[in-house]
């Protein structure tokens, strides 16, 4: 037998390739999503949609939880628009989070999913929240993680400092350069202080590394748009739409977590009376940090809502 | 009857299970001839069977915990913790530490399971050596070998940093390789291990995989350590090219083309002297296992179900 030397390339091995892959347009707009299941899927294999949160990143956010999930459940991604292998649409409105629940419901349909549970990670609470209370019969369950939403302390990332989002500086350090005319300037400096201030924990290089490099897929004026248009629930709404969530819930929140605070997941358990899972120690992004806890609390909740239906 | 001795303490990377992406569905206990004990783990029921061996004494088995909840899915998934770390027994005698005791324990943890035959999966000289030696001495308990970052003495001369230094000796300085010195070893065991995988995991992204590598190494023993070191090597480059000459099962070599352990021209010369499939990870250093999890994990799945692929 004769030896072959063969190269693999660093990334040539992904863990799990989507079973299912399609386009779903509205208003113009490519929504581009990714569907995965078990062998043994049938008519009552839950349907498990991992939303995308900011459109700085994409689907490959959720990397870590694919593989596994997709062993139990079907599950469902899609690229947000403004990144990945989404459209970028060049108005402000069309970032708006009522724009990003309907494309939720559009993927819903082009993937055949008749309900689901939501798992929304910070920016994506505000979809995932807004599609379990207007579409009570499509929405079996959410788990909200690190939810960026205005409970108590408005989350650094809606406009922090106040107007500060818009005031034309000498130059912008830390904070400062969540700022407009930072990302025109300096976009890859603002990406990269902003994920090493989403991992907190040590050993994160890679998931740092992973995120700018996913930011790197979109740019400065895409992100400028997001944050025009509002991609937050304010405060005046999220009581009403907590108040008409019926589904089971559950939130999962870091304690250092430095883009939105522990409280704020606290704050979210006590409105919507659910459960909370606090991780010790972490911070904003658990999914990639945290892949195994993370995978096995939404195991655990996926498992508990099937049993709670069939009971 | 001598009374037995009471098990070293269970270390905390193997006493937590709250965290522990697959925990085993059996374990116990096999024993040599002199008492010695080594604690085995068993996951899932697939066929084939594959052991993960221990890179021991310096780690113990959780090594392998990128690759054990991925492969018991597939496969029969057997490790253990070798003799001198983990769960095992921690013998301070060099003679515990024999080639001929190390290799016997792959043979006495099959006994002990059950398993027939099975494949056999290690890492370095400590892993990759042994499963060579077992496999030409008992072909028939071996369907293949998966050996990552090989390991196999005198096949090249070892990289100029690991011979730089005595080992035996007092040295004027601890810097570096140095470090690789018994008595720097009694002095700061734990400075060593931070040391030894910083310097074989360079690659961008490495703190995890070299914060428990040296955990895994100070939850062992450098009296273990002390020990296996005095023991010697008893075969020239003749000796080593016989024994893995006589291996008749499939053989995969995965090695990276940036080893700071082991020369990755020990690797192509082991191919070439069994046949094996070669394959050689650009830019990786010694801890593909740990730190290419998904690549090894495919990279052993796919040769294991190359073995039992029906022949046309």
């Known amino acids: 037998m004769a030896s072959h030397p063969a190269a693999i390339p660093h990334d040539a091995a992904r863990a799990r390739h989507p079973d299912a892959s399609g386009t779903v347009v509205r208003d113009g707009v490519r929504i581009v999503w990714d569907r995965y299941e078990p062998a043994d899927a049938g008519p009552a294999t839950p349907t498990v949609v991992l939303a995308p949160t900011w459109s700085i990143v994409h689907a490959r956010l959720w990397k870590a939880q694919i593989p596994y999930l997709a062993r139990h459940f079907r599950v469902v991604t899609w690229d947000g628009r403004g990144n990945g292998r989404s459209d970028r649409p060049a108005d402000a409105a069309a970032y708006d989070h009522a724009a990003f629940a309907a494309d939720g419901l559009s993927v819903l349909d082009a ?33 909200f993680i690190a939810p960026a939403l205005p409970v108590g302390r408005l989350p650094r990332t809606s406009d922090s400092p106040p107007s500060g989002f818009d005031v034309e500086r000498e130059s912008y350090e830390g904070w400062d ?106 911070g904003h992004i658990p999914p990639a940090r945290d892949p195994v806890r993370v995978n096995l609390a939404i195991r655990t909740f996926v498992e508990s809502v099937r049993e709670g239906q069939l009971a | 009857m001598t009374p037995i ?161 005595s080992f035996e000796d007092e040295l004027p300085t601890d810097e570096g390789w140095a470090k690789v010195n018994a008595h720097y070893w009694r002095r700061d065991y734990a400075g060593f291990a931070r040391f030894f995988f910083a310097a074989i995991t360079t690659e961008p992204h490495s703190t995890k995989v070299i914060e428990d590598a040296a955990a895994w190494a100070v939850e062992g023993s450098v009296d273990a350590m002390l020990a296996d070191a005095a023991t010697g090597f008893d075969l020239d480059r003749d000796g080593v090219e016989a024994v893995v000459r006589a291996v008749r099962s499939p053989i995969l070599v995965v090695h990276g083309s940036e080893d700071h352990c082991q020369p990755p021209v020990r690797a192509r010369i082991l191919a070439e002297l069994t046949g094996a499939t070669l394959v050689e990870v650009e830019g990786a250093d010694h801890m593909i296992p740990g730190r290419h999890p998904v690549l090894a994990n495919l990279l052993i799945r796919d040769f294991v179900r190359s073995l039992r692929r029906p022949t046309p």
């Open chain 1, 177 to 282: 350069l969540y700022n407009r005319h930072a990302w025109r300037l300096a976009y890859a400096r603002f990406v990269a202080h902003f994920f090493a201030q989403c991992f907190t924990e040590p050993h994160s290089t890679k998931q740092i590394e992973d995120c700018v490099g996913w930011a790197c897929e979109t740019d400065a004026e895409t992100l400028i748009r997001t944050q025009d248009a509002g991609r937050l629930l304010d405060h005046a709404s999220l009581a009403a739409v907590t108040r008409a969530v019926r589904c089971p819930t559950l939130v999962i929140h870091g304690t250092d977590d430095d883009i939105v605070e522990h409280a704020v997941g606290v704050g979210l358990a006590e409105l919507l009376g659910c459960p909370l899972l606090t991780i010790e120690g972490g």
């Open chain 2, 5 to 165: 001795p009471p098990l070293p303490p269970v270390p905390p990377s193997l006493a937590s299970t709250h965290d522990r992406a697959r925990l085993p569905d059996r374990d116990g206990w096999a024993a040599d001839e002199s008492g010695v004990r080594i604690h085995w783990e068993v996951y899932g029921e697939g066929e084939p069977t594959i052991v993960l061996l221990p890179s021991t004494p310096i780690v113990h088995s959780r090594q392998w915990k990128g690759q054990v909840p991925y492969l018991a899915r597939h496969f029969r998934v057997i490790t253990y913790d070798g003799r001198g770390n983990g769960r095992s027994d921690r013998p301070t005698e060099p003679a515990a530490y024999d080639g001929s005791r190390i290799v016997g324990d792959i043979g006495r943890v099959l006994d002990a399971t059950g398993t027939g035959h099975a494949v056999l999966v290690g890492l370095c000289g400590d892993g990759v050596w042994p499963a060579f030696r077992f496999a030409a001495a008992s072909p028939d308990r071996v369907e293949g070998i998966v050996a990552f970052a090989v390991g196999v003495p005198r096949l090249a001369p070892p990289h100029p940093w690991r011979v730089q230094w």
């Open chain 1, 111 to 143: 993937t055949s999913t008749e309900r689901a549970i939501l798992v929304g990670l910070s920016a994506g609470a505000s979809w995932s929240l807004l599609l379990a209370a207007e579409h009570p019969d499509r929405v079996q369950g959410v788990v």
